[in-house]
Antibody
């Protein structure tokens, strides 16, 4: 079955960077994109950006431009999201999701909790 | 403030029907038939329930349906069941610099 499995929880200090991985299985990785979405504690969903697994094209949310980088490794069917210069308000659960036609997201990974604290 | 506007909460009794609205602009909901709806239970990842305004993915109950009129999309759940209690989010493709905008989410309570 189609599945996305993410890396484990992270605790980081302000100013540090975090890199979350998302390993895909059960489908042709390069036929879809991967979106990243985050959810702060008790808050709603926030779209962070998208990467094409076919050619590596990206589109990032404006508020994260300059701090986020999304990449893929087609040899291992894995997507990565790196967020730099972490702040306390970056504390959230980070999700990857397969992006189909017209940006319908399915399935989603299980989520990775990133805690930013001094 | 979210780009799409949803009611914070709705409620209904088992067996009843409820509708959740999702209001955007002509740059997103009104401009494209690319509205999706997601269900999220506490502590779980979201699940796609509706895509392209009114299409259900395989495995999603036909009690869930979607529609759109102008800049407002709607999710209707008929024959409410206890397991439907969850948060629901709409999203839309947008012509702005980002591809996707989400609504703020609606908490559904089954009384």
């Amino acid at each position: 079955q189609v599945q996305l499995v993410q890396s484990g929880a992270e605790v980081k200090k302000p100013g540090a960077s975090v890199k979350v991985s998302c390993k895909a299985s059960g489908y042709t990785f390069t036929s879809y994109g991967i979106s990243w979405v985050r959810q702060a504690p008790g808050q709603g969903l926030e779209w962070m950006g998208w990467i094409s697994a076919y050619n590596g094209n990206t589109n990032y949310a404006q508020k994260l431009q300059g701090r986020v980088t999304m990449t893929t490794d087609t040899s291992t069917s894995t997507a990565y999201m790196e967020l730099r210069s972490l702040r306390s308000d970056d504390t959230a659960v980070y999700y990857c999701a397969r992006s189909g036609r017209h940006m319908a997201l399915s399935p989603w990974g299980q989520g990775t909790l990133v805690t930013v604290s001094s | 403030q979210s780009a799409l506007t949803q009611p914070a909460s709705v409620s209904g009794s088992p067996g009843q029907s409820i509708t959740i609205s999702c209001t955007g602009t002509s740059s997103d909901v009104g401009g494209y038939n690319y509205v999706s709806w997601y269900q999220q239970h506490p502590g779980k990842a979201p699940k796609l329930m509706i895509y392209d305004v009114s299409n259900r993915p395989s495995g999603v109950s036909n009690r869930f349906s979607g529609s759109k009129s102008g800049n407002t999309a709607s999710l209707t759940i008929s024959g409410l069941q206890a397991e439907d209690e969850a948060d629901y989010y709409c999203s839309s493709y947008t012509s702005s610099s980002t591809y996707v905008v989400f609504g703020g989410g609606t908490k559904l309570t089954v009384l």
